[in-house]
Nanobody, 117 residues
Framework: QVHVVESGGGLVQAGGSLRLSCAAS????????MGWYRQAPGKQRELVAT???????NSADSVKGRFSISRDNAKNTVYLQMNSLKPEDTAVYYC???????????WGQGAQVTVSS
């Protein structure tokens, strides 16, 4: 059974930094794409950043230059370093892990990030 567990959310002032971590486990195939999505109140879930096992990344224009994504393939863990946070970054951040071979998507329970002005 696959488990995806996030950690590291919290409350921070505008301009501050937070680091999210996400560990995926339980797959016999491993995970090719891992990434972060977020959902603010009253809005749809949106892509923040993704990273493939080879290291290639993709990120939303709204976070380019402020957020960076990285991963430890040996640990099936992905990180999101968030700098220069803005109040509009406030959302629940969800980790996604796409299983290699099956391409099934697995989601974490979400981590609240709140940025105060």
């Amino acid at each position: 059974q696959v488990h995806v567990v996030e950690s590291g959310g919290g409350l921070v002032q505008a301009g501050g930094s937070l680091r999210l971590s996400c560990a995926a486990s339980g797959s016999a195939f491993g995970f090719n794409v891992m990434g972060w999505y977020r959902q603010a109140p009253g809005k749809q879930r949106e892509l923040v950043a993704t990273i493939i096992s080879g290291g290639g990344t993709n990120s939303a224009d709204s976070v380019k230059g402020r957020f960076s994504i990285s991963r430890d393939n040996a640990k099936n863990t992905v990180y999101l370093q968030m700098n220069s946070l803005k109040p509009e970054d406030t959302a629940v951040y969800y980790c996604n892990a796409q299983e290699r071979a099956t391409r099934r998507d697995f989601w974490g329970q979400g981590a609240q990030v709140t940025v105060s002005s």
